[in-house]
């Protein structure tokens, strides 16, 4: 998480520039890599399936909305082809322009659900997504900053962490302080067996990137 490492790092190196001498020489620094933390926690992929299964229910409902859409779509084509019929009296003709009209109304009020759905089911996923992100790196945070007061650190900044650049914002760490296995040893501890963790996914999963969530399939 870009904008969080980035965060992290920001201040922790400002609260060292701030220091004096004598306290910036005893500080003792550790670090972790955020993005194998929130990858490698077993909540984070039970959140990710939460998150999948609730995409796929608006899917099929987005999905439903469109049959039914196309469908219409296809009786109004027919309702007007059959008010163009010339061998029908005129009244029967404008009598079946009139239903096409209405059909055509209902149409528009489909049309416009299913926008308003779509749009509400982005929302939806985006706020969903977004709580359970929160939650997540709030649990890792406390089991940081355990790990941290045990081991005597003063300070914890993300090895992960990238700058707006998209360039490493730690240039140098010889990993000798790295806390990310004994943290996400202390984060794993309790995972139920259905749910034992299975090692870090070489990507990212979406719950930690920025974009949120995964988008509904609206097209």
Known sequence: MKFLGTTILTLSLLALLSATPASAQTAKIGTVDL????DGYWKTKQAQTALNSRKAELDQDDKTMRDNLKKGSDEYQKLLEQANDQAISSEERDRRKQVAADKYKQLVESKNALDNFERQAQVTLSDQGQRMRENILTEIKAAVATQARTAGYTLVIDAAAETANATTAVVYTSGENDLTAAVLKQLNAGAPIST?????????SALFSNSNSPSINLR
């Not at 993005?35 to 929130?38: G, H, M, N, S, T």
């Open 196 to 204: 034992a963790p299975t090692p870090a996914p070489t990507t990212t």
């Open 35 to 38: 993005r194998k933390l929130f």
